[in-house]
């Protein structure tokens, strides 16, 4: 029964993903090894090499996950056919930022303050690694397309000031995105729905 | 002579410090280690050692500079007497981030995609690290703080909307220094000087 194996072999893949994600979380990449990660999952120390041919493969999937959920809400509301606001925009690109935990695409449960706390390691490595910084470099400028689209969109609608430059508009909400994010994990400044709402509600647009 | 023996232990310093930035700025904090910046910095194995005790003494003070060179603007302009507006506190939080080359307290010249390169591995290394994490946190409270103290004078002076609350504000400031920062580096968005005209000509403020 193919199917069956296919789940297990998902499920106990999403296992090792979970326990890399708490390693790298707590210690970061460069101070995690395969064993560290074999030991958290409680399998074998040749158990991550079924799925995954090196320590930088699972870095490459925790990152594409990070990114995936963290800009889901912003993309969905950018990417559907209404108008939204800035404002709007800001707070769904706050959304999962602010929450505690989301569910990957299998449906398992991630914490956020482990997602972001990976999030920000994904950032030094782009910045050497070219595996690392093409996918996110990539998915960037498509989140960001789409959130100008919408600030375009939002211009002919009358919803957005005809004022607003739809690129930089869409870089600001990237880079609040951004900002909130690492205030949330490095300062500790967690009250992130507080300031969408605010936003939201017209306090700086 | 001890003052010129101070000045030459200074430069020999400065010189090591400049090698070690270029390396970790090309290599990461981690993949670098002390014979690589003594052969960066042409000088023996040994040398590094009579100024810095270990690698993280060398860490510790690039994030030092990088952290005062990115904030001097904008701490200058909250700490003065003026009320500024939210749009100029912006600008100025964008000022070091937007050019090329700094001056650090010594009057030494320092590449700013160097020293934003380190910047964004520092904030890994504040995630598992209380030595960074520890003066980086003191370091943006005591920024935010200032900026929420302007922003207040400002409320006070009819030049910053009564409706703006300072400690929100100045998150939002600080959000967007660090969010163009890793757009600059990591995402080759490098137009953060037009950005900040526009913000300053009230864009979203």
Request: with cysteine; aromatic share 6%; hydrophobic share 45%.
């Amino acid at each position: 029964m193919p199917r069956l194996t296919a789940e297990r072999r998902e499920a106990k893949r999403a296992e090792i993903v979970a326990a890399a994600r708490r390693c790298f979380s707590r210690e970061g990449f460069h101070q995690t090894s395969m064993p560290d990660i074999a030991a958290e999952a409680g399998v074998s120390a040749g158990a991550p090499y079924r799925y995954f041919a090196s320590k930088e493969e699972i870095i490459l999937a925790i990152a594409g996950d990070a990114f995936r959920l963290i800009f889901e809400p912003v993309e969905r509301l950018a990417d559907g056919t209404d108008a939204p606001t800035l404002g709007e925009l800001v707070a769904a690109a706050l959304g999962t930022i602010s929450g505690e935990t989301v569910r990957d695409a299998a449906g398992h449960p991630v914490d956020v303050d482990e997602l972001l706390r990976c999030a920000v390691q994904t950032w030094s490595e782009a910045l050497r690694s070219d595996e690392v910084r093409g996918p996110a470099a990539e998915g960037f400028e498509r989140v960001r397309a789409s959130i100008a689209g919408a600030l375009d969109r939002g211009r002919a609608a009358g919803t957005v000031p005809a004022t607003l430059d739809p690129d930089r508009g869409a870089r600001v909400v990237m880079g609040l995105l951004h900002g909130f994010l690492l205030q949330r994990v490095a300062f500790g400044l967690t009250d992130t729905a507080g300031l969408a709402a605010d936003l939201h509600a017209g306090l700086i647009m």
